[in-house]
């Protein structure tokens, strides 16, 4: 099995910055895509940013310029670099993997436990 585990969230004001960290462990092989996803009180989970194993990413309109998503394979750990924050932007940040198992052929997806952010206005 694999655990995602984060850290960084916190409070922020609005103009602020905040820089996520998820770092999975277990019987890993390879992380072939990490991303985060975020819940705002009474929404739906919504994607925020992914990243694949060749660095390739992409991210929401809502966060496009503002956020920068990163990885280190080496470390198994992916970082999400928040500036400019809003109050919209508060919630709680998921991080998300596809992980290959060793010794397995197919894929799983796995999440954290989340992370609180909270930017005040």
Sequence with gaps: QVQL??????LVQAGGRLRLSCAASGSISRIN????????PGKERE????ITHGDSTDY?????GRFTISRD????TVYLEMNAMKPEDTGVYFCNAVVSLKGLVLEYEYWGQG??????S
Excluded: F, I, L
């Design 5 to 10: 585990v984060e850290s960084g969230g916190g």
């Design 33 to 40: 895509a990490m991303g985060w996803y975020r819940q705002a």
């Design 47 to 50: 994607w925020v940013a992914h």
């Design 60 to 64: 929401a309109d809502s966060v496009k």
């Design 73 to 76: 394979n080496a470390k198994n």
């Design 115 to 120: 992370t609180q952010v909270t930017v005040s």
